[in-house]
């Protein structure tokens, strides 16, 4: 499968509010969420919250015989160590549709996100991913991330 990616304009904020809406339902049910409805109206707020996010990029890919329809994407912001102050680049979201996983489309966005934070000068690309979702965790691993902090919880 030939696929493009290109960068994200205006007009795409719709289609990516829904798949990353989508990502987001996914790891809430891995999390044992039991409103889906919920979870989405709260989706929509934080959604519009990281957009305004001062710089960021989000990478589109497409099926090249039907570019008009995103297949998958990556968002990518910048931010700073709370305490060091030492900048880096956070994957906020990574998803690709169902029926177009295990096609590389993951790593090539990946790649696009990394080429973004070198592009800046960033040293550091991070991310955060639910330990139930062993899927995203093979990938991120196969692409050379290690865990390097633990977020830690306890059902009381
Ligand atoms: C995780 C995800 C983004 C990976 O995208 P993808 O396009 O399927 O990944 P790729 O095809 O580029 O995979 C590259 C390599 O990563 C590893 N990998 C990918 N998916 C994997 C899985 N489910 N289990 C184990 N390893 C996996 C493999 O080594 C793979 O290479 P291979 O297929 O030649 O073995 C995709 O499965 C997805 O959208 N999942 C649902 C949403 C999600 O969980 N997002 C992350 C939130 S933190």
């Not at 409805?37 to 707020?45: E, Y």
Request: aromatic share 10%; net charge positive; with cysteine.
């Amino acid at each position: 499968m030939e696929i493009i990616i290109r960068e994200a304009v205006e007009a795409d904020i719709p289609v990516i509010r829904e798949m990353d809406r989508d990502v987001v339902l996914y790891v809430a049910s891995l999390d044992g969420a039991k409103d889906p409805g919920a979870v989405t109206i709260r989706h929509r707020d934080v959604f519009e919250r990281w957009l305004n996010i001062e710089q960021q990029k989000i990478y589109l890919a497409f099926e090249k015989k039907n570019p008009g329809v995103p297949i998958g994407f990556v968002w990518v912001v910048t931010n700073t160590e709370q305490f060091t102050g030492l900048p880096y680049c956070f994957v906020m979201d990574i998803g690709i549709k169902e029926g177009y996983r295990r096609a590389g489309i993951g790593k090539a966005l990946m790649e696009k996100a990394t080429e973004y934070a070198r592009s800046l000068g960033y040293k550091r690309l991070k991310l955060m991913v639910n330990t139930r979702n062993r899927g995203a965790i093979g990938f991120y691993r196969g692409l050379g991330f290690r865990v390097e902090d633990l977020y830690m919880k306890k059902e009381l």
